[in-house]
């Protein structure tokens, strides 16, 4: 039975979950917008949005070192206010001198944070005894949802300001979680300490890889989403957020019920219809003749490619009963291989081909999930650990 104070830290990683998805969001959302502002072509383009996930896996690797000294919740109240911090800087950035500087700080402050929350979901998850880790990662799909419809709306007023305002919402709920998370020493779990340290990789390559493959696909729908709708289907400033707000949409709607989903046919069989749902969604995209079908496609992605994250940091927290937090930093840093792979692929196919056979190249990698579903079933993750 859950204690008052696992209640607190589960509403309180919800907040952090909640304000990294607006912050995520809030920049890549405006990619085809900052391409503008600066007068980028997309090789440039692809570039710059390398720096995000390039610095991020750095700053994934030292939050691992950092949490596993003071733990993930001092982590957390550093970062995650900097990430904030630098999509308004990015927004404000009269020229590349300053938007470079921008990206950096806020991919490795974003790589810090996306360790630091997901270790502080597992440790919730392992004191609640049940897969709760689907519904955090619903919360960041409902505020970056939010991120994207509030682009919408306020289309026409200044970019600046369109990033600047949901950012004060991500400081002042930054500041209230960052008090009620899980401290150090809740954790840990020393009665199986002695396995810390002796984490072998040949269990965890499965969730690894299906990490990168769904970040690749991740890549291509956050950064080039935009550009498809604007260059592609042609469409207008109103328009063009709705890809991403499908794509939010579906995977807020699927993560609402994954974790009975989860409970009830187990990790492997939902992975595997979403890795066959998410390469459905890719060939959409593809072949998408108008602007609506676009829009749908992209929101079948996002049914597909939903269920692998959650269900690769829950896999990986069982590989690690100490609670250290080496599994989850591992199977993160592919998230980031993901976004580099994603980028350069699919920047440079639209650079040598066009933008519908670029996503061609996340089409394949989203069928390839299938195969490693067997990976992410529990009893062969406990046998492992």
Not at 246 to 264: E, M, N, P, S
């Amino acid at each position: 039975m859950p204690s008052v104070r696992d209640r607190q830290a589960r509403f309180a990683t919800y907040v952090v979950y909640g304000v990294q998805g607006l912050s995520f969001a809030s920049l890549l959302i405006q990619v085809a917008n900052l391409q503008a502002k600066h007068r980028l072509d997309e090789g440039t383009l692809t570039l710059l949005l390398l720096i995000v996930p390039v610095f991020a896996g750095a700053g994934s690797v030292a939050a691992g070192a950092f949490a596993a000294r003071v733990g993930s919740r001092l982590l957390l109240r550093v970062a995650q206010p900097v990430v904030a911090a630098a999509v308004v800087l990015a927004g404000l950035a009269s020229d590349l001198a300053l938007l470079v500087p921008a990206l950096l700080v806020f991919g490795v402050a974003v790589g810090a944070v996306d360790a630091g929350m997901n270790m502080q979901g597992v440790a919730v998850e392992r004191r609640y005894g049940v897969e709760v880790l689907n519904g955090f990662h619903c919360v960041w799909s409902a505020l970056g949802m939010a991120a994207a419809l509030w682009a919408s709306a306020a289309a026409g007023l200044p970019l600046e300001l369109v990033m600047a305002l949901p950012m004060v919402l991500a400081v002042a709920g930054s500041l209230y979680a960052g008090r009620h998370l899980c401290a150090l020493e809740e954790e840990k779990v020393p009665a199986v300490a002695e396995v810390a340290g002796r984490l072998p990789w040949r269990p965890i390559v499965p969730l690894c890889l299906a990490m990168g493959f769904l970040y690749v696909g991740d890549a291509a729908v956050s950064n080039f989403n935009t550009v498809f709708m604007k260059d592609v289907l042609e469409a207008g400033p109103r328009v063009i957020p709705l890809a991403y707000v499908a794509y939010q949409a579906a995977t807020l709607a699927v993560r609402l019920g994954g974790d009975l989903a989860v409970r009830r046919h187990g990790p492997a069989a939902v992975v595997r219809i979403g890795g066959v749902l998410a390469a459905l969604g890719f060939l959409g995209v593809v072949l998408a003749p108008n602007q609506v079908l676009g829009i749908v496609a992209f929101g079948l992605t996002g049914v597909g490619l939903s269920v692998v994250a959650p269900q690769s940091f829950s896999a990986a927290g069982r590989l690690d009963p100490a609670g250290t937090g080496v599994a989850i930093a591992r199977v993160n840093l592919f998230n980031y291989v993901g976004f580099v792979v994603g980028a350069a692929l699919v920047g440079g196919l639209a650079d040598v081909a066009d933008m519908r056979m670029a996503f061609a190249a996340p089409l394949v990698l989203a069928a390839a999930i299938v195969a490693l579903a067997p990976g992410f079933e529990p009893k062969r993750a406990r046998s492992a650990a």
